[in-house]
């Protein structure tokens, strides 16, 4: 027969035989049990929610309760190039894909429809429009707002989700890159909120296609490794001496064997504005027209004594500038953006010991149309007037490199015009402040630092990032020295310049492997110019882990 047992579950007769626990024993062992429980409350917590995003140390508040949400660190900055502005720590488990995640558009942010679907695509995620965000999604939304600084955005990763918002597309769009590095560094967006935004507005690469032709399939790649870098200009030099590379039907004369078709172009254009990069053209006159003039001889300048002049053409000839402008009005609709590029570097009949008397043409020209007093340069000034002309009513602006502007002409610039800053090492070389002093904005393309020549001919060498990313800011202009800090807000930004006096010195591949640690170190200081928090091997290590 079983026996009875007590209310507490113990038995009677064991029970009798069974000393009593004192109080004191009793109060330890209830002691022991609790910090075993919490230690077994430790040990378990799942291993990939322990760190907040970057792992450190469980550092709780005082006083507060012993709870799992406090178990976790406070988060560390994502790492990506370039570096984020801001970020506000945060506790919590950071932000992982799952199976459910979706990357949703909010109501009324429908514009962000190609941004959504690239990184849902890259993510191998599903896409969605208007639906409630739930716990694992991506939100994207706009989120307009006064004196919000264009291209920023706010990134917020809290309870296992992401919301990216900014005032713009492309801000928004820049949030996603910010994601999309973070989880390929480590898996995880940390918890808390980046604010982030660029510190100049036109960060970018020339190319030159002129010389050497790339294939649309390399420069599409190109393109997306600027995106993902927050590069948002490309430049592109399609027209020189050795060559004229995009498909033209009012002068297909002029065009040679290797070059893009209009199709091409238009599908690079496109591909560049869904990744929020302007492409700048750049038919670069009055000199650098070779590939033209090897169509139409009669064009070229020539001395005095008949001596032709490589690549110039004679301004004093109406049919030079009717050819120049059916060209640009051909290509204005096949480039949309707002900005194009009107060269008027090097040319060459203004580095004669006395232009006037070399070129009595072109000073008999310049005094018939601007006066007795006029010269060569008040001709060529006005040259890139006038076919700024041809494209203003297409809506653009205008940029010029800095040897086509000279000192003390009749014929005024155009004062809307940019300077883009590349060399102080021309004859009547001025520099860089006397620009500014005039009220002009400048970009950055300091050949000291930012030109990629192939085959480092005229005492050119190849760039390194290092040199970038320790010693240039976007105020060195000119050699190795700043600009005053006075003049900041009028440098606009800088492009890393890839030249081809050299065609065959590299591949294509070859080139954009000499650019990839260039093209990171500028958007780093492009994006933030203060002094990097990583020391230049810890940069490389996270490039080569980034991609």
């Not at 907040?52 to 790492?79: C, E, F, L, T, W």
């Not at 050795?242 to 254009?269: C, M, W, Y």
């Not at 139409?296 to 008949?306: E, F, I, Q, V």
């Not at 004679?314 to 590029?341: K, S």
Request: aromatic share 8%; hydrophobic share 40%; net charge neutral.
């Amino acid at each position: 027969m079983s026996q009875s047992r007590s209310a507490d579950g113990a038995d009677g007769a064991r029970g009798d035989r069974t000393p009593r626990m004192s109080r004191g024993a009793l109060v330890a062992r209830v002691a022991v049990a609790v910090v075993a429980a919490l230690a077994l409350t430790v040990l378990v917590w799942p291993e990939d929610d322990t760190h907040g995003g970057h792992g450190g140390r469980v550092d709780p508040k005082p006083g507060a309760s012993s709870s799992p949400a406090q178990i976790y660190p406070i988060s560390s900055p994502p790492r990506t190039i370039p570096s984020v502005r801001q970020h506000e720590p945060a506790r919590g488990p950071g932000f992982r894909p799952v199976a459910g995640t979706r990357v949703v558009v909010a109501t009324g942010s429908e514009t962000l429809a190609d941004e959504a679907e690239l990184l849902a695509q890259e993510l191998d995620k599903e896409y969605v429009q208007g639906a409630a965000p739930r716990a694992g999604d991506i939100e994207l939304a706009l989120s307009p707002k006064a004196k919000a600084t264009p291209e920023s955005y706010t990134l917020t990763a809290r309870e296992r989700t992401v919301r990216i918002t900014g005032p713009d597309e492309a801000g928004v769009f820049y949030g996603t890159r910010t994601l999309k590095q973070a989880l390929r560094d480590g898996g995880v967006m940390p918890e808390g909120v980046v604010e982030d935004w660029p510190d100049r507005p036109q960060r970018g690469l020339n190319l030159d296609i002129a010389r050497k032709p790339f294939t649309a399939g390399w420069i599409e790649s190109r393109l997306r490794e600027m995106a993902d870098l927050k590069l948002n200009q490309l430049g592109l030099h399609f027209s020189d001496d050795q060559g004229f590379r995009i498909e033209s039907t009012a002068h297909p004369e002029v065009v040679s064997r290797d070059h893009l078709s209009k199709r091409e172009v238009e599908r690079i254009v496109a591909l560049a504005r869904r990744l929020h990069i302007e492409v700048v053209p750049e038919i670069d006159s009055p000199g650098h027209l070779g590939a033209v003039i090897k169509a139409h001889p009669a064009l070229g300048l020539r001395s005095a004594s008949g001596r032709t002049v490589p690549g110039a053409v004679d301004i004093a000839n109406p049919d030079a500038a009717r050819i120049v402008d059916d060209l640009l009005r051909e290509y204005a609709d096949l480039f949309p953006g707002a900005y194009w590029h009107l060269g008027g570097d090097e040319y060459l009949a203004l580095t004669a010991k006395d232009p006037e008397a070399t070129y009595p043409g072109l000073a008999a020209a310049a005094r018939a149309k601007y006066g007795a007093e006029a010269g060569i340069a008040d001709l060529a000034t006005g040259w890139l007037n006038d076919r700024a002309a041809v494209l203003r009513p297409y809506g653009k602006k205008f940029k010029a490199w800095n040897d086509g502007y000279f000192k003390g002409t009749s014929v005024a610039p155009d004062p809307a015009r940019e300077v883009e800053y590349w060399t102080g090492k021309e004859l009547g070389a001025r520099a860089p402040e006397e620009y500014l002093a005039e009220g002009r904005r400048t970009v950055n393309l300091n050949d000291e630092y930012l030109y990629y020549v192939l085959g480092e001919p005229n005492a050119f060498k190849y760039p390194t990032g290092r040199r970038i990313y320790q010693e240039w800011t976007p105020l060195v202009l000119r050699g190795t020295g700043p600009v005053p800090a006075r003049y900041s807000d009028q440098v606009l930004g800088a492009r890393f310049a890839v030249w081809c006096d050299r065609a065959d010195a590299q591949t294509q591949d070859q080139v954009a492997r000499g650019i990839r640690m260039p093209l990171r170190a500028l958007a780093q200081k492009l994006w933030d110019p203060r002094t990097p928090a990583l020391e230049w091997e810890d940069f490389k290590e996270l490039a080569d882990k980034l991609g």
